[in-house]
């Protein structure tokens, strides 16, 4: 799994291992990495983690993840394709160019590449699951985040093909749509909205959710946790919303 050191890929990590999984975790924070490896480690001594340095948007080192893996493990049974950035706040006309391309190398390509290394591995191994990351940004706009969105509904789009293309190997592919859930990404968005009270930005941002709350990690964790084990046996092709309902609003409450 990518991004692994934090937020939505260490709550997957924990969530999984929590269940007997052997891991590799992957980021491109080295120190955090083996913060996070050490951390899962002594909750969950019955698994083994493996810990792979990389920048998700420089294809070789992708490569690179995936051979360690099979290295270590001998095979792969999943990818949980979760590091992204957001860029930064800009309308589209005043958006940075090397920004955007910077969000385009990690947050599409860098999606791309782990499903073009995982899935003829999964096809070896008789099948296996992908959940790869998209957000609500990938199912509806978000105003000030043109890069962000963009990419996102990239992801959403090779997602479905993947599902299509692959799913006669017995490997199914989903994403997921978080909203605002807490992680150390959102609370710095909340400041680039707020710099001077970035918790104001946060109550006002969670006052518009149906459920007048941010989400928590955990509930990310446990659904990438179902869609990557042998449970989902049918689900594919979708890009699933964790964002307590909001995504189905049009306009404010």
């Not at 270590?72 to 860029?87: H, P, Q, R, S, T």
């Not at 947050?107 to 992908?130: A, T």
């Not at 959940?131 to 962000?148: D, F, K």
């Not at 199914?172 to 909340?190: Q, R, S």
């Amino acid at each position: 799994m990518t991004g692994a050191a934090m937020g939505l890929g260490y709550a997957a990590a924990e969530s999984l291992a929590s269940k007997g999984a052997d891991l590799t975790l992957v980021d491109y924070n080295a120190e955090a990495l083996d913060k996070a490896k050490a951390d899962l480690k002594s909750k969950y001594p019955e698994s083994r983690f493996l810990t792979v340095t990389a920048d998700v948007s420089v294809e070789d080192q992708v490569k690179n993840y995936v051979d360690e893996t099979v290295k270590e493990f001998g095979k792969v049974d999943g990818l949980y394709n979760n590091a992204g950035i957001e860029g930064k706040q800009a309308s589209l006309v005043d958006y940075d160019i090397e920004v955007f391309k910077k969000v385009i190398d990690i947050n599409l390509l860098g999606v791309y590449y782990g499903m073009k290394y995982i899935i003829p591995e999964l096809q070896k191994n008789g099948g296996g699951r992908i959940v790869n990351v998209a957000s609500v940004g990938g199912i509806r706009g978000v105003a000030n985040q043109t890069a962000y969105v963009a990419t996102k509904h990239a992801v959403a789009g090779m997602t479905k093909n993947a599902a299509l293309e692959y799913g006669k190997y017995n490997i199914l592919t989903n994403a997921i749509a978080p909203g605002a859930i807490l992680t150390p990404m959102v609370a710095e968005a909340f400041k680039q909205v707020n710099p001077t009270d970035p918790k104001a930005a946060e109550a006002e941002y969670a006052s518009r959710n149906p459920t007048r709350k941010l989400g928590d990690p955990k509930d990310v964790g446990n659904l990438v946790a179902y869609l990557l084990s042998e449970e989902n046996g049918y689900v594919s092709g979708q890009v699933i919303a964790i964002d307590g309902g909001e995504s189905n609003m049009y306009g404010n409450p």
